[in-house]
């Protein structure tokens, strides 16, 4: 090899060894240089200490004050129908006509015979008085006189029921019988039910059964109106309690003015009771919810030792709740008034990370929430 080669191969390697030398140190400062940790951007709230009256809450069932079916009660042939399916009636409005041709020609027939009996009865009482006649045939024509009124009277039951009326005021449902058809007794003519007020039917374990009473005041939620919260008041109490849940029947009565609420529907039921609590209170959405326990993050100001800035750092906290109500909580332990705690976002949060708050895109969280897309 000759020299040439020899510091061609020197002279190589030197620059080689510079090379990695620079990109040593290169990798070295990306290395030990810290990258800005980017802040996570969320929404908080303080914990309030709030005047909340105590509930008791319940899912119950509504049913009509009066509700029935209106059927036949003899059998004829439907000649006339006098309503429309699901309009308003009143107490003794006919609803369906049956045929009674047969029974007005007995009646005619009744009518004479009643006639007859009076005529007989008062010539009898003319020839009594005259000595003319024994007292039983008095006793006789008079007992006959009764029998006809009572077969004349029958006559006119037998019409009367074969015009179907409605026995209380209420809202009818769908019509059940057509013209022309053969009723036997018995058969549906259409369904009847009187819907203001209406009844909410619920049940409530019996340790609650001491503070429960007569005329305490109720609010009723229905999934089918959200933006509605109706009020009543408690109106009965079973005297027993179930033998096999252990639970108390109450009723309450509820206006229903707008017959939006119907026989038959679940409902929401919350019983106000005359106490109050005061709570701490924190938004729903603040929670994380784990089998070890609840936690919120908890948003705290502290000094950053490498450029002595004032940064938001948040700490997870071990949080015990109470009842909820609507879009809050009631926290027990582990929290203080005052405290502010994440609202949302806290899915993507570390103990101990950087936030920013950005509160005007905070969510709305309200006591009584009336969604208006439900």
Do not use: C
């Amino acid at each position: 090899m000759t020299k040439k080669t020899l510091f061609t191969a020197a002279g190589l390697l030197a620059v080689l060894g510079a090379i990695a030398i620079v990109k040593a140190i290169q990798i070295k400062t990306l290395v030990s240089a810290k990258a800005p940790v980017p802040r996570e951007a969320v929404t908080t709230a303080p914990v309030m200490r709030e005047r909340w009256q105590q509930t008791l809450s319940s899912v119950g069932s509504l049913s009509a004050v009066q509700g029935v079916t209106v059927a036949a009660e003899l059998d004829g042939k439907v000649v006339g129908i006098e309503f429309e399916s699901g309009r308003e009636v009143r107490a003794g409005d006919v609803l369906v006509r049956q045929n009674t041709e047969v029974e007005e020609a007995q009646l005619r027939s009744a009518e004479a015979s009643v006639d007859l009996a009076r005529i007989n009865l008062q010539r009898t009482r003319e020839l009594f008085a005259k000595a003319t006649v024994s007292q039983s045939q008095l006793d006789s024509d008079a007992a006959a006189e009764k029998q006809a009124i009572a077969s004349e009277d029958n006559i006119r039951a037998t019409i009367a029921k074969k015009n179907i009326r409605a026995p209380f005021s209420g809202r009818l449902g769908i019509r059940l019988v057509n013209l022309g058809q053969n009723l036997k007794a018995g058969d549906a003519v259409v369904s009847l039910q009187a819907l203001n007020p209406i009844y909410v039917d619920f049940y409530l374990p019996q340790e609650d059964l001491s503070q429960l009473a007569v005329g305490l005041p109720v609010q009723v939620a229905v999934d089918a109106f959200p933006s509605e919260q109706i009020a009543g008041r408690v109106t009965a109490i079973n005297p027993d309690v179930d033998s096999s849940t252990r639970n108390v029947r109450v009723q309450a009565t509820v206006d229903n003015g707008n017959a939006h609420l119907r026989p038959g529907m679940y409902v929401n039921v919350a019983v106000e009771l005359p106490l109050v609590d005061t709570v701490l209170t924190i938004p729903a959405t603040a929670v994380l919810y784990a089998p070890f326990g609840d936690t919120v993050y908890v948003v705290n100001e502290q000094k950053d030792e490498a450029t002595g800035e004032k940064v938001l750092v948040v700490r997870q906290q071990i949080v015990r709740l109470g009842v909820h109500r609507g879009d809050f909580v009631a926290v027990t332990s582990g929290l203080g008034e005052g405290d502010v705690v994440v609202t949302s976002g806290v899915f993507r949060l570390r103990p101990g990370g950087a936030v920013t708050v950005n509160n005007p895109m905070a969510p709305d969280a309200k006591l009584a929430p009336r969604p208006s897309d439900s």
